[in-house]
Nanobody, 124 residues
Framework: VQLQAYGGGLVQAGGSLRLSCAAS????????MGWFRQAPGKEREFVAA????????YYADSVKGRFTASRDNAKSTVYLQMNSLKPEDTAVYYC??????????????????WGQGTLVTVSS
């Protein structure tokens, strides 16, 4: 299984970026795809998630209303649209996939597969 995340970059506060994560190597059925981030000196934290099957979405309170997770089953790709970015959103962003469905979508331990990370830097 391979997850390829891309789309990070440098953006000014208030700007937008769209991250993509291309998945390959297996059929993901109804498992959940998650987005996590890790800022320097901090632990990895949950950002958002989307289910492959029903497209249900889940968000951390810190990004609710600003970020939107989505998926394109035909392209085996999930997206994270990030609007109204803030300097505190600066981090390496990772996409992750569950091996089997778990409702524990906010827990990094519920994910078996991880992408390589893409850096998002928001300047003030």
């Amino acid at each position: 299984v391979q997850l390829q995340a891309y789309g990070g970059g440098l953006v000014q506060a208030g700007g937008s970026l769209r991250l993509s994560c291309a998945a390959s190597g297996r059929s993901f059925g109804s498992v959940i795809m998650g987005w996590f981030r890790q800022a320097p000196g901090k632990e990895r934290e949950f950002v958002a998630a989307v289910s492959w099957g029903g497209g249900n979405t889940y968000y951390a309170d810190s990004v609710k209303g600003r970020f939107t997770a989505s998926r394109d089953n035909a392209k085996s790709t999930v997206y994270l649209q990030m609007n109204s970015l803030k300097p505190e959103d600066t981090a390496v962003y990772y996409c992750a996939a569950q091996r089997f469905y778990s409702s524990d979508y906010y827990n990094p331990g519920a994910y078996a597969y991880w992408g390589q990370g893409t850096l998002v830097t928001v300047s003030s």
